[in-house]
């Protein structure tokens, strides 16, 4: 088991690095050199050039600016419905979990990317985003969220671990925000919103070259702005074809890697005691 | 929650609810578009019959109009025609071919996580192999799918959609689906998680005490939670066939609904989702029944058979 001020480095680390690339992403790719066509990262520092001479860092730097904020948002949407859903167990109404347990049932009942499909129709083609696809992602994995934190709680003791604290004459504030979701939500919300924000990542990959494949427009961004999942299309042909494009691929691997290990060490870093 | 059946109940209700509710929704989307519905099939600048159009395929009297006339005719197995994709042709033809092919895929790929979750509950598949699984499972279905449509064209090359490779591809696939974005290690780590709670129950040590198997006890009264993860994986692999079939071009619901998506072809999109929503349902139901079932008849107290009476009058008789 890493040891947790290690993971909170390396994963915060990766998050500064998805940032920093998606902070300082240029608005469009930059003017096509024939003359550097398919360059390795050796002539072309650092990640090489497309098909068309142009660097493939800008496509590192398009794809995290596309995925970053509805990401962190979407991670944010379910953080705090699992915040939500342990305290209102602690509230200890069967009322409330049976209003919890129905939302999650009829949010739950259908395969995600069905709904996300449907929401993606909505999307006038002027004002595609991945925004509205994360938030819909993000309601779809809140009932989960809310489980989980509800059963944390219920082991916790649910009301009577409130009433108890309580009785020591601590604070609402102090009883519900540090007893209850600092020292013993934060496990799952941290991992749960972790893993909502490298699930989107992933969605948004797999929308762009879902479109990509069949030569339409991607639901997630505009058409002048360019994906990880591009990365993932140069990158292809070298797998099957005498392309030299491998180097696309292993840098489309590369972020999706780094996402992964992002979201793997900030829950690691989490874990509970 | 003290009332049993409320579980069940919400369940058996969302179920009836789910295939109506996904075409209505769908319907409602149709029309919260910016124009007419019927442009969308035929814009005004470029056919001429627009109107006719719109009266023959139930566009012109409104949400309801169209809604009850598709319900009708979905009841009657004609999901209507293809508004874009394949403009005219009947949805129930696509839907004809592409869901036999679905059904293999999903089944296919339900073959690991069963036997995952067989192995995690007999405990032949150990503790220690979790990591390995989980990491496995790290692999996005997209990522994993290219890898395996490399491999199709590497051994097929031209002549890559003769009935073999097909099969290759189902196959494929249905590896696709039981092994990323944590399918697998979801099944063994579930199952293996649940049966472990239930290992720390009283009646489970009383029952070893008498030297019965743990097993046979505890699957009764677990079987509700499993027909709930059985759902759950389910789901998991219809939300996967779409990027699955896409990319491994395999003709399926999952890929009739990318393309009627990507196309607003709400012709197909209407009748792929609600076949989603069908299966669903089924999935709902049967999870309702599994309560319903073990409420009613495993759950109820034990009737002591007679001659077991008999004898502990006689122990306290003598």
Redesign the interface.
């Known amino acids: 088991m890493i040891p947790r001020k290690l993971a909170l480095g390396i994963g915060l680390a990766c998050l500064v690095v998805l940032m920093g690339l998606g902070l300082l992403a240029p608005a469009h790719l930059s003017v096509p050199d024939l003359a550097r066509v398919y360059e390795g990262p050796g002539d072309m520092f650092p990640f090489g050039s497309d098909q068309r001479g142009r660097p493939l860092l800008e496509y590192a730097q398009q794809g995290a600016s596309v995925i970053l904020f509805p990401s962190l948002f979407a991670g944010v949407v379910v953080g705090a419905m699992g915040v939500v859903g342990g305290l209102l167990r602690c509230v200890g109404s069967a009322r409330v979990d049976t209003a919890v347990q129905a939302f999650g049932e009829i949010v739950g009942s259908l395969p995600r990317m069905v709904v996300i499909l449907v929401v993606a129709l909505l999307i006038p083609a002027g004002d595609r985003g991945l925004l509205p696809l994360a938030l819909a992602w993000a309601i779809l994995a809140s009932p989960g969220a809310m489980d989980e934190a509800a059963s944390v709680a219920e082991r916790l003791g649910g009301a009577r671990f409130v009433e108890a604290l309580r009785a020591h004459g601590f604070s609402w504030s102090r009883v519900f925000l540090y007893h209850i979701v600092l020292l013993n939500l934060r496990p799952v919300v941290v991992r749960q919103a972790a893993e909502t924000a490298m699930q989107v990542t992933f969605l948004e990959i797999a929308l762009s070259y879902l479109a990509a494949q069949e030569n339409q427009s991607s639901f997630t961004h505009a058409d002048d702005i360019k994906s990880w999942a591009n990365l993932l299309e140069i990158g292809y042909p070298s797998l099957v074809l005498d392309v030299p494009t491998s180097h696309a691929l292993v840098l489309g691997l590369a972020l999706v890697g780094l996402v992964t290990v992002m979201s793997l060490m900030l829950s690691s870093a989490a874990r509970a005691r | 929650?003290?009332a049993w059946w409320?579980?069940p109940a919400?369940?058996l209700l969302?179920a009836i609810v789910?295939p109506f509710a996904?075409p209505a929704?769908?319907t409602a989307?149709i029309w919260?578009?910016?124009g007419d519905p019927a442009e969308i099939i035929c814009p005004r600048e470029i056919c001429g019959g627009t109107d006719a159009l719109a009266a023959r395929w139930n566009l012109d009297g409104g949400p309801w109009k169209f809604f009850s006339a598709w319900v009708q005719g979905a009841l009657r197995g004609d999901f209507g025609n293809s508004w874009r994709l394949q403009q005219g042709v009947p949805v129930a033809d696509l839907l004809r071919e592409a869901v036999p092919t679905t059904s293999i895929l999903i089944l296919a790929g339900l073959v690991p996580l069963v036997l995952g979750a067989i192995g995690a509950a007999t405990g032949i598949i150990p503790r220690r192999a979790d990591p390995a699984a989980s990491a496995i499972g790290?692999v996005?279905?997209?990522?994993f799918a290219?890898?395996c449509?490399?491999l199709i064209?590497?051994n097929y090359g031209a002549e890559s959609f003769n009935l073999e490779a097909t099969r290759f591809r189902i196959l494929l696939g249905a590896v696709v689906l039981g092994f990323s974005?944590g399918a697998f290690a979801g099944a063994t780590t579930g199952v293996r998680a649940l049966f472990r709670t239930e290992l720390k129950q009283r009646y489970v040590g009383v029952a070893l005490l008498r030297g019965e198997r743990p097993l046979v006890n505890m699957l009764p009264n677990v079987t509700p939670a499993l027909a709930g993860q059985l759902r759950?994986r389910v789901?998991?692999l219809?939300?996967?066939?779409?990027?699955v079939e896409?990319?491994l071009r395999i003709n399926g619901i999952?890929d009739l609904?990318?393309?009627g998506?990507?196309l607003?072809d709400?012709g197909v999109?209407l009748a792929a989702?609600t076949a989603?929503?069908a299966l669903?349902?089924a999935l709902?139901l049967l999870q309702a029944t599994t309560e319903i079932v073990v409420a009613l008849v495993v759950r109820r107290s034990p009737v002591i058979p007679a001659a077991v009476v008999d004898q502990a009058q006689r122990r306290a008789a003598s």
């Open positions: 929650m003290k409320l579980r919400v369940r969302a789910l996904v929704i769908i989307l919260a578009l910016p790290l996005p279905a997209v990522v290219l890898l449509a490399a064209e590497l974005d759950a789901l998991h219809l939300s996967g066939t779409v990027v896409v990319v999952g609904l990318w393309g998506t990507l607003q709400f999109v989702a989603f929503a669903s349902g709902l």
